[in-house]
């Protein structure tokens, strides 16, 4: 249901609150008052940064399941080494990334 927007609300700010939301806006890579609608009426905000970022998260999980299956299936300590280092980087990846977000 694509609903054009006819009605508006006046808001008044100080010029910090103005410059505040502005600033997270363009942070959030959106319009005030795309940000504003969705703050007030979800009570948050989706950006495509979020959505890629969850995508590439299933990505490197997706990758950790593949490590798993293969050292399950090679019983050698050389190999496995090997693949505890693969994890390991990938955990750092995960963290890195978890980071970037908070």
Do not use: W
């Not at 609903?3 to 410059?19: P, V």
């Not at 798993?68 to 693969?86: F, M, R, S, T, V």
């Amino acid at each position: 249901m694509n609903e054009k927007r006819t009605q508006s609300i006046i808001l008044r700010l100080t010029e910090k609150e103005k410059e505040m939301l502005v600033f997270l806006a363009k942070r959030h890579d959106m319009n005030i008052s795309s940000y504003v609608r969705n703050m007030s009426l979800k009570g948050s905000v989706v950006t495509k940064t979020d959505i890629q970022t969850v995508i590439e998260l299933k990505r490197i999980g997706n990758n950790l399941n593949q490590i798993a299956k293969q050292i399950n299936l090679i019983p050698h300590e050389d190999n496995i080494k090997i693949h505890l280092q693969e994890i390991h980087d990938s955990l750092n990846m995960i963290s890195e990334i978890t980071k970037k977000l908070v």
